[in-house]
Nanobody, 121 residues
Framework: QVHLVESGGGLVQPGGSLRLSCAAS????????MAWYRQAPGKQREFVAA???????MYAGSVKGRFTISNDTAKNTVYLQMNSLNQEDAAAYYC???????????????WGQGTQVTVSS
């Protein structure tokens, strides 16, 4: 049984920053990476960033240069540092455990419950 718990969401002003956390527990098999996705109301869930066991990273173009994904293997926790937030970043953010190849990330069925990010002045 895999358990992913996100935290760190909240209300932030445009231009502000937030750091999301995803704590993983349980036995995660057939995965080599963790990722963040987000879903805004009325939109499909979209990929944001991923990091694999070798600390290689991938980013969506819309967040590259503003967001940074990292992990703390000792704590089984993945982080998403989000800077220069704008209203297009407002969404529910979800953590996923999956597989990352050279140019792709394949999500698994392991999802957290999500954490809400609201960007408003």
């Amino acid at each position: 049984q895999v358990h992913l718990v996100e935290s760190g969401g909240g209300l932030v002003q445009p231009g502000g920053s937030l750091r999301l956390s995803c704590a993983a527990s349980g036995s995660i098999v057939n995965t080599n990476a963790m990722a963040w996705y987000r879903q805004a109301p009325g939109k499909q869930r979209e990929f944001v960033a991923a990091i694999n066991n070798g600390d290689n990273t991938m980013y969506a173009g819309s967040v590259k240069g503003r967001f940074t994904i990292s992990n703390d293997t000792a704590k089984n926790t993945v982080y998403l540092q989000m800077n220069s937030l704008n209203q297009e970043d407002a969404a529910a953010y979800y953590c996923n455990a999956g597989r990352m190849g050279r140019d792709t990330y394949l999500p698994s069925s392991y999802w957290g419950q999500g954490t809400q990010v609201t960007v408003s002045s």
